[in-house]
């Protein structure tokens, strides 16, 4: 099995900024896509940013230019900084991990049980 956690989630000002981390354990023989999502109150979760095992990244239009997604292969951690944060930023942020366990093992989806992020007008 793999565990994700997430960390760094606060209540920031607009114009702040935050870092968010996650952390993987468990039984993980690769990692390939990396990916962060984000659920705020009555919305559907929606895909933030992903970065995939070669380093390539991607980023919905809402967040472009603000943050900025990194992974650190040997350790299995993922990273978003975040800038120039606005209350529509306000979510829980879940870090998604495709993993394959074994190198026998098809990939599979991990998910944390996500960090809130509070930005305050």
């Known amino acids: 099995q793999v565990q994700l956690v997430e960390s760094g989630g606060d209540e920031v000002q607009a114009g702040g900024s935050l870092s968010l981390t996650c952390a993987a354990s468990g039984s993980i023989f690769r990692v390939n896509a990396m990916r962060w999502y984000r659920q705020a109150p009555g919305k559907q979760r929606e895909l933030v940013t992903t970065?995939?095992?070669?380093?390539?990244?991607t980023y919905a239009e809402s967040v472009k230019g603000r943050f900025t997604i990194s992974r650190d292969n040997d350790k299995n951690l993922l990273y978003l900084q975040m800038n120039s944060l606005n209350p529509d930023d306000t979510a829980v942020y879940y870090c998604n991990y495709v993993v394959a366990t074994s190198k026998w093992s098809g990939w599979g989806d991990y998910w944390g049980q996500g960090t809130q992020v509070t930005v305050s007008s």
């Open positions: 970065i995939t095992s070669s380093g390539t990244t």
